[in-house]
């Protein structure tokens, strides 16, 4: 096992009708910006539900709309503006991962001096940690975890068609509600997605190398096995409360630093899906859908034991050659995102041949030239892997 | 699920060597107490090696000695005392379960002054939460993880033939140094101990009823394939790391709140335990092997669902009547306890029937007549699972 520090404050409060104890979460003289994204935070009642719960305090109440998916530069800029005008001294998020990342990023930028009029460059650490020492104290009410935004970190930006990567010690939540129920009003498209998106977190860090990280490993299989159990059920009947609270539970577990304490990591198919999605548009996770098994076929070697491993644990294959157990594991990963309704080529999306070179010139701006667990994933096998997903 | 709220806020920093962390962990100008057990830290260097790295900033550093297994209450207030004399500002626990749970009671007492001559109260809160809203910061150099308590905010305390359980959100450790190469000069059964121990934390939290936590039971089971997996080598060979890396990470998840959370949880073979340590002095890790196998023995009608769970996925026990593999399971489990030298009924140390009342007069004092999850345990109960232990 790799040396490791994990360290997570966030207080998960899960459940349902958890919203009731925001009002104990949030400071109760806070002057607070409720950030949210679409319409349908409002519509459904859940912005005005969460202006209640902090009228009970001696706050100032103020909120900023319209964070859209993949959350931009631009719009995150004018939070920002308006976060500084207004002197406000704590954030809420109430929404998935892009208004959580986003908020994540506003915390940063409107709190630290440093960065006034230098925004831009908090976005250039990329997947080194933000040099800040300052952030306004942030709060989640999670309506759609996949991200594992909700207690982690990090966060995901896109300006023009950058899609950027960073983390920063100081900006994990004080708090999180997440309560279920507010994903069974979600579309079933955004759940499936969200599924694919938890079993990539976990598979980008198990399906590397044998580290003897045995707790780790048992973890992750167990929340792929979860997911496996409960996919399609949680797709097919959005209010059975429990299968809900076991992919969110899932999903928060799937990225919080838990699983990949003391293990090598890959994140490959995060990187190459990051690209699909700014040059594309194709929704997060089922960028991942088509990267995860293409990445798998071209580097079977490489991935050799723990892809038996998975085989063998996650699917209950020991039968036949490794060879065969190993393409039989790729299969059913790719069947099962496909029961989801996810495709897993670009075919389906009508991109073909002329999506390769594209994306591999955006890994090459952005430097992700030596990707992987070993850091051996050259723009020639990113070459390989798209087409493996044509 | 049921509802939760799950907040841990202590660093982990894990591994060989991070004992050179300590220094960046403390603050620089702390007036700090170091409090150790038995001489074994002393004779090993270990505490030395502490006092080198803490006098690399501006700090005051005095020690404390002394902390015995089971630590007295008489024995802590001696160290209250001095930390109140010396206007100590910081905590610093080196060693197992028995040092970090006293420095907690330490760190309560000797900072909160409603508590000063009324300290035997903090003990009297049991199970609840100790209303305290002030305590000393402290952190852990973990020697022995088999209690958990270097990553939860509980302990256990003896007071005459008592042993309490306390706990309070404000005595989390700050940060734990767990560096597994400390457990390779413990004695065997000190570590078979911890084994049983770790085992017990989990099938307290695990082998209840069906609750809907799957990321909840397949973590616990594998924590538990993972104990069974390592046990013996780590017995066998001290010095494999890797083994007692993975021992040691999970005695520190499976009391750290993670399992437990969303689901019923047990506790009754630890407080029959807590009553034959206390009565008899046997380790408290022997004690669980006696009680948990006992308990399953006279509930597996109560647990039988959970029960074939354990049997199917921890010991792969598909074949036969639902009777059969429960008990093939309890005897596959009592066989592990005794390959590892604990022995798993009161013979073993010369005692007989004389312990039931005794032991049953101790869980009516404190007010232990409705154990379990179900709390349908009875006194009654009880003495039946003590005699199947005999």
Known sequence: MNNFTFYNPTRVVFGKDQLKE??????????????????????????????????????????????????????LMKAIEQARKDGVDYLLAVGGGSVMDGTKFIALAAAGEDFVGKEEEILSFGFGGVPANKALPLGTVCTLPATGSEMNNGGVISNGHDKLFFHSPITFPQFSIIDPSYTMTLPERQVANGIVDTFVHVAEQYVTYPAEGRFQDRTAEGILQTLIEIGETTLN??????????????????????????VPQDWSAHMLGHEITALYEIDHGRTLAMTLPAIWKVRKEQKKAKLLQYAERVWGLTEGSEEAR?????????????????PTRFSRYDLGEEVVEKVIANLEKHKMTALSEHGDMTLDVSRKVLRAAL
Chains 1, 2 share one sequence.
């Open 326 to 342: 190993i393409e039989e594991a790729i299969d059913r990963t790719e069947a099962f995102f496909g029961s989801l309704g996810v």
């Open 237 to 262: 009947d959005p209010q059975d409360y429990d299968a809900r609270a076991n992919l969110v539970w899932c999903a928060t577990m799937a990225l919080n630093g838990l699983i990949g304490s003391g």
């Open 22 to 75: 925001l009002h104990n979460l949030v400071p109760a003289d806070a002057n607070i910006l409720i950030i949210y994204g679409g319409g349908s935070a409002v519509r459904s009642g859940l912005i005005d539900a969460v202006k209640e719960e902090l009228s009970k305090g001696n706050r100032k109440i103020s909120t900023f709309g319209g964070i859209e998916p993949n959350p931009r530069f631009l719009t």
